[in-house]
């Protein structure tokens, strides 16, 4: 019952590691009061939106009736791969923006897909790799996504967020020892900039005390 409940906490500390994802793509949400909320849409419905705030460690909820307006980036065609005119760099925030709508919609085998091709573009980005690693963990290839979790550390051995994908992976699928090696990392590691959540540190400071508790029960 207690490691159920313990996957169940890893599912959701994936999905708010998962909305800090492609931060570049910031949206603002302008409520009836005028009061602007900027962060990142992880969860769209017909009633109620959920955005991810800095600093605050879960999503926002804004029910539709109270918001005025939603500014967020557009994508100029369905098929991001056919305007030819686009440079390398127009083309990957173009990629990135699709990858991001595929997510919050779930189609997550089309993010792969296209993710993919943003790695052709870019192969030595090593977020990337840390992005397909959470996008097949969703997806529940695990295989895959340690793979792809590694590759990012091939390329940036100290990737705080790397080692938190796979320290979630390893939980999930039963590699104790393996997921608190690789909290411990992403402890180690892990960077104080613009783009860091600290709730993000503390998220991981409780993980590692769960997995204590579950490896002696």
């Known amino acids: 019952m207690y490691r159920k409940q313990f996957i169940i906490l890893i599912q959701v500390i994936l999905?708010?590691?998962?909305?800090?994802?492609?931060?570049?793509?910031?949206?603002?949400?302008?409520?009836?009061?005028?009061?602007?909320?900027?962060?990142?849409?992880?969860?769209?419905?017909?009633?109620?939106?959920?955005?991810?705030?800095?600093?605050?460690?879960?999503?926002?909820?804004?029910?539709?009736?109270?918001?005025?307006?939603i500014d967020e980036p557009s994508v100029s065609s369905e098929d991001t791969t056919s305007n030819s005119s686009l440079d390398r760099s127009e083309m990957l925030k173009e990629?990135?923006?699709?990858?991001?709508?595929?997510?919050?919609?779930?189609?997550?085998?089309?993010?792969?897909?296209?993710?993919q091709k943003a790695i052709k573009l870019d192969p030595d980005n090593p977020d990337y790799y840390v992005d397909l690693g959470a996008l097949y963990c969703y997806l529940e290839k695990f295989e895959n996504a340690i793979s792809s979790l590694q590759e990012a550390l091939k390329l940036d051995?100290?990737?705080?967020?790397?080692?938190?994908?796979?320290?979630?992976?390893?939980?999930?699928?039963?590699?104790?020892g393996k997921s608190k090696e690789n909290f411990l990392?992403?402890?180690?590691?892990?960077?104080?900039?613009?783009?860091?959540?600290?709730?993000?540190?503390?998220?991981?400071?409780?993980?590692?005390?769960?997995?204590d508790k579950y490896d002696y029960e």
């Not at 009061?33 to 939106?49: C, F, L, M, N, R």
């Not at 990629?95 to 792969?112: G, N």
């Not at 051995?157 to 104790?176: C, K, M, N, R």
């Not at 180690?188 to 400071?205: G, M, N, P, Q, T």
């Open 157 to 176: 051995p100290e990737d705080d967020d790397a080692y938190v994908e796979l320290g979630i992976v390893y939980s999930i699928v039963g590699s104790s």
């Open 15 to 69: 999905f708010l590691l998962f909305a800090n994802l492609f931060s570049v793509f910031a949206e603002t949400i302008i409520l009836e009061s005028g009061k602007q909320i900027k962060g990142k849409i992880v969860e769209k419905t017909d009633s109620y939106i959920k955005i991810k705030v800095k600093d605050v460690p879960f999503p926002l909820i804004y029910y539709l009736d109270e918001i005025k307006q």
């Open 95 to 115: 990629y990135l923006t699709k990858i991001r709508q595929y997510y919050l919609s779930k189609k997550y085998e089309k993010a792969v897909l296209l993710l």
């Open 185 to 211: 990392k992403a402890i180690k590691y892990y960077k104080e900039d613009d783009e860091s959540d600290i709730s993000d540190f503390f998220l991981l400071d409780f993980l590692l005390k769960k997995i």
